[in-house]
């Protein structure tokens, strides 16, 4: 099913004259018969543009996570623990992401950064990396599709239609959508994601109204509910310790708000420009958590009380917008006519979701196959460049969707749900080793700072620090099911399987990998900067001399929209 030779010169420089070695290095080149990038039918095809790139990082750092759960995270803790958690996640997520704009900037490889992990610490932590992240996405895309589900019935009841009518529609549409190629998924997300961000700014400035006073209520509240009934809500236990555990808490939350802002690493191997886009998009990405997350969440915390009755209802609800704080603190302020708007809104929110989802998952898939790390024939595309074998069956999964038709099996597939954060905590720490290694080897090698497109700011003390907070949250993430008190006094050995089985699953396939394919380490001084390059330095010079004759975005955007992103 696997090459396993080819698997093995994973960890092999790439063309000898590229890097200058010396004949003396000839036995780390591939093998004979291994292709050095992909055959013809198996490219991807670089249609997403500028505005797509960028509109794409920015919509996958705006989800259900903040625009819900962020409620779960203010009633548990209060309104300065979210505020704490939310600051100190998004720079760490921050950090991660110059990690990966940097290699990205480098050397933009179709796999992304599982190629990275490959190319510049060992296969075995490239194929531990991709599959994780697959799971994590074959999971989340049925999750969007019964919450979309969920949110229609606002309108229309389960005793009405079933929910597995709207399941099969939203299936067949983000498969279609992923099916008509690049260029067509990337003007689609556009302009979901653009939506968004004026959802989203529009409830950011709504809160800013009612925190001043501008309400039906006109109550100027201020940071009234910052005194009272108080900044930090105890969890668990009493006093300054059941204060630090609320912060803590508001971690994991704040965590899971911030999953899929990597998302932009997958799309390096089809984004023109990458070396400009890729980190145009990054470097902005402080920007946008320091307004859409860190605004959003301080401004909550100021209109609306974390012991309030309408707060406390919104988090016994699913999903739609009675689940959301924000129409919590609508109604506090008396407003009672949005809901069903921002119902319409989420609904949006979770179906772009699902169909960027459904992507990420095939071209997770697609990288390992062309890496001989997954079935060959998941690599083949389309004349369009559509990886359609890997996207068939990533979609085949969407099929899970219909067991929370059921309402025993939602039970069961909300432990599904949990064992995706901690896919993705995996997703952060892989990255940030990989850019670790990938700084010791271009120093090894002499590549200097002024020789990169893009930089990480911290360098690699940065990757290093964040590395640090994304472990601890990693083993302390379900840290109650560890924590006796009067309301935590049973072992939840549920919480604690589907919390930790990512851990152990994780290390077994880097460690089967190792021992299965004899794999080592990269060492800084051989690891691969160079294999590939030159075709992507002649593309990006082909795609400049094309652009002089012709202007990439339009003229309105560029000069009235483009800024704000």
Same mark, same amino acid.
């Given at each position: 099913?696997?090459?396993? @030779?080819?698997?093995?010169?994973?960890?092999?420089? =790439?063309?000898?004259?590229?890097?200058?070695? &010396?004949?003396?290095? !000839?036995?780390?080149?591939?093998?004979?018969?291994? !292709?050095?990038?992909?055959?013809?039918?198996?490219?991807?095809?670089?249609?997403?543009?500028?505005?797509?790139?960028?509109?794409?990082?920015?919509?996958?750092?705006?989800?259900?996570?903040?625009?819900?759960?962020?409620?779960?995270?203010?009633?548990?803790?209060? /309104?300065?623990?979210?505020?704490?958690?939310?600051?100190?996640?998004?720079?760490?997520?921050?950090?991660?992401?110059?990690?990966?704009?940097?290699?990205? %900037? $480098?050397? /933009?490889? &179709? &796999?992304?950064?599982?190629?990275?992990?490959?190319?510049?610490?060992?296969?075995?932590?490239?194929?531990?990396?991709?599959?994780?992240?697959?799971?994590?996405?074959?999971?989340?895309?049925?999750?969007?599709?019964?919450?979309?589900?969920?949110?229609?019935?606002?309108?229309?009841?389960?005793?009405?239609?079933?929910?597995?009518?709207?399941?099969?529609?939203?299936?067949?549409?983000?498969?279609?959508?992923?099916?008509?190629?690049?260029?067509?998924?990337?003007?689609?997300?556009?302009?979901?994601?653009?939506?968004?961000?004026?959802?989203?700014?529009? +409830?950011?400035?709504?809160?800013?109204?009612?925190?001043?006073?501008?309400?039906?209520?006109?109550?100027?509240?201020?940071?009234?509910?910052?005194?009272?009934?108080?900044?930090?809500?105890?969890?668990?236990?009493?006093?300054?310790?059941?204060?630090?555990?609320?912060? $803590?808490?508001?971690?994991?939350?704040?965590?899971?708000?911030?999953?899929?802002?990597?998302?932009?690493?997958?799309?390096?191997?089809?984004?023109?420009?990458?070396?400009?886009?890729?980190?145009?998009?990054? @470097?902005?990405?402080?920007?946008?958590?320091?307004?859409?997350?860190?605004?959003?969440?301080?401004?909550?915390?100021?209109?609306?009380?974390?012991?309030?009755?309408?707060?406390?209802? %919104?988090?016994?609800?699913?999903?739609?917008?009675?689940?959301?704080?924000?129409?919590? !603190?609508?109604?506090?302020?008396?407003?009672?006519?949005?809901?069903?708007?921002?119902?319409?809104?989420?609904?949006?929110?979770?179906?772009?979701?699902?169909?960027?989802?459904?992507?990420?998952?095939?071209?997770?898939?697609?990288?390992?196959?062309?890496? =001989?790390?997954? /079935?060959?024939?998941?690599?083949?595309?389309?004349?369009?460049?559509? /990886?359609?074998?890997?996207?068939?069956?990533?979609?085949?999964?969407?099929?899970?969707?219909?067991?929370?038709?059921?309402?025993?099996?939602?039970?069961?597939?909300?432990?599904?749900?949990?064992?995706?954060?901690?896919? =993705?905590?995996?997703? $952060?720490?892989?990255?940030?080793?990989?850019?670790?290694?990938?700084?010791? !080897?271009?120093?090894?090698?002499?590549?200097?700072?002024?020789?990169?497109?893009?930089?990480?700011?911290?360098?690699?003390?940065?990757?290093?620090?964040?590395?640090?907070?994304?472990? +601890?949250?990693?083993?302390?993430?379900?840290?109650?099911?560890?924590?006796?008190?009067?309301?935590?006094?049973?072992?939840?050995?549920?919480?604690?399987?589907?919390?930790?089985?990512?851990?152990?699953?994780?290390?077994?396939?880097?460690?089967?990998?190792?021992?299965?394919?004899?794999?080592?380490?990269? @060492?800084?001084?051989?690891?691969?900067?160079?294999?590939?390059?030159?075709?992507?330095?002649?593309?990006?010079?082909?795609?400049?001399?094309?652009?002089?004759?012709?202007?990439?975005?339009? $003229?309105?955007?560029?000069?009235?929209?483009?800024?704000?992103?």
């Amino acid at each position: 099913m696997f090459n396993r @030779k080819h698997s093995r010169s994973s960890n092999s420089p =790439g063309n000898d004259s590229e890097k200058g070695f &010396s004949q003396a290095h !000839a036995e780390f080149l591939p093998p004979e018969g291994i !292709a050095e990038g992909p055959a013809e039918n198996e490219q991807l095809h670089r249609g997403l543009k500028s505005r797509h790139i960028t509109m794409i990082a920015i919509g996958g750092a705006i989800g259900t996570g903040l625009i819900i759960g962020t409620g779960s995270a203010l009633a548990r803790a209060g /309104p300065a623990a979210v505020l704490i958690s939310y600051t100190i996640v998004g720079f760490i997520v921050f950090l991660v992401m110059a990690a990966l704009g940097e290699m990205a %900037a $480098w050397i /933009p490889i &179709s &796999s992304g950064f599982t190629g990275y992990a490959s190319r510049f610490v060992d296969p075995a932590l490239g194929f531990a990396l991709g599959y994780t992240y697959w799971f994590k996405y074959i999971i989340v895309t049925p999750n969007q599709l019964t919450a979309a589900a969920l949110v229609i019935q606002y309108w229309c009841p389960r005793e009405k239609v079933n929910p597995g009518v709207f399941i099969a529609v939203f299936l067949v549409t983000i498969v279609a959508i992923n099916y008509f190629g690049i260029r067509f998924f990337g003007e689609f997300e556009f302009w979901l994601s653009s939506i968004k961000v004026i959802v989203i700014v529009g +409830l950011i400035l709504l809160s800013l109204v009612l925190a001043l006073g501008g309400g039906p209520d006109h109550d100027r509240k201020g940071f009234r509910y910052w005194k009272h009934p108080g900044a930090f809500k105890p969890y668990i236990m009493t006093g300054d310790a059941g204060r630090f555990l609320a912060v $803590w808490s508001t971690f994991v939350t704040a965590t899971f708000a911030y999953l899929g802002t990597e998302l932009v690493g997958v799309t390096v191997g089809e984004a023109q420009n990458p070396r400009k886009t890729i980190p145009r998009a990054i @470097k902005l990405t402080f920007y946008r958590i320091l307004f859409f997350y860190v605004f959003s969440v301080f401004l909550l915390g100021m209109i609306v009380p974390y012991n309030s009755p309408k707060l406390l209802q %919104a988090n016994k609800n699913q999903t739609g917008a009675s689940a959301s704080p924000f129409v919590a !603190a609508l109604l506090v302020s008396g407003i009672k006519t949005l809901p069903g708007f921002l119902n319409a809104c989420i609904l949006l929110f979770v179906f772009s979701a699902s169909n960027s989802d459904l992507y990420i998952a095939s071209r997770t898939i697609y990288g390992l196959a062309s890496e =001989g790390k997954a /079935p060959r024939i998941l690599a083949r595309t389309d004349s369009r460049g559509v /990886p359609i074998y890997a996207l068939g069956l990533s979609a085949s999964f969407g099929l899970l969707a219909f067991m929370n038709v059921a309402e025993s099996s939602k039970t069961v597939f909300g432990y599904f749900v949990n064992l995706v954060t901690i896919f =993705g905590i995996l997703t $952060w720490i892989s990255i940030l080793v990989s850019h670790i290694y990938f700084v010791r !080897a271009r120093r090894a090698q002499g590549v200097a700072n002024q020789d990169l497109a893009y930089t990480a700011p911290l360098g690699i003390w940065g990757s290093y620090g964040a590395l640090f907070v994304c472990i +601890l949250i990693a083993i302390f993430k379900n840290f109650n099911v560890f924590t006796h008190s009067k309301s935590y006094g049973k072992f939840d050995y549920k919480n604690f399987i589907t919390g930790y089985l990512g851990i152990p699953l994780y290390l077994i396939m880097i460690l089967g990998y190792k021992i299965w394919y004899r794999t080592e380490g990269v @060492k800084p001084h051989l690891a691969d900067l160079y294999g590939g390059k030159q075709k992507i330095d002649d593309e990006e010079a082909e795609f400049l001399a094309h652009k002089k004759a012709e202007t990439e975005d339009n $003229w309105f955007y560029r000069n009235f929209v483009a800024w704000l992103f």
